[in-house]
């Protein structure tokens, strides 16, 4: 049974950080691009950070500089380090899991940045 299991959400004040982790099972990790999604009320799920099965990172713009997506393939964990935050960051984050026909979802992590 697959399974994405996203931790690390919270409140915090604006310019500060967190670090989100998403684990995965029950497919083989290491083959699949992984991805952090967001979506505020109100609004469309957007993709935020990308890391390709060989590696390769993406960042969508409004979080270049700030963001940072890694993983841990031993541990079939990917994290996504959010620094700098802005309220307008505040948002349920989606892990994600892609390779060909699979497609796998998070249940989400609620990211709220206020003072």
């Known amino acids: 049974q697959v399974q994405l299991v996203e931790s690390g959400g919270g409140l915090v004040q604006p310019g500060g950080s967190l670090r989100l982790s998403c684990a995965g099972s029950g497919f083989t990790f290491s083959s699949h691009t992984m991805s952090w999604y967001r979506q505020a009320p109100g609004k469309e799920r957007e993709l935020v950070a990308s890391?390709?099965?060989?590696?390769?990172?993406n960042l969508a713009e409004p979080v270049k500089g700030r963001f940072t997506i890694s993983r841990d393939i031993a541990k079939n964990t990917v994290f996504l380090q959010m620094n700098s935050l802005k309220p307008e960051d505040t948002a349920v984050y989606y892990c994600?899991?892609?390779?060909?026909?699979?497609?796998?979802w998070g249940q989400g992590t609620q990211v709220t940045v206020s003072s």
């Open positions: 994600h899991a892609k390779r060909f026909l699979n497609d796998y």
């Open positions: 890391i390709s099965a060989g590696g390769s990172t």
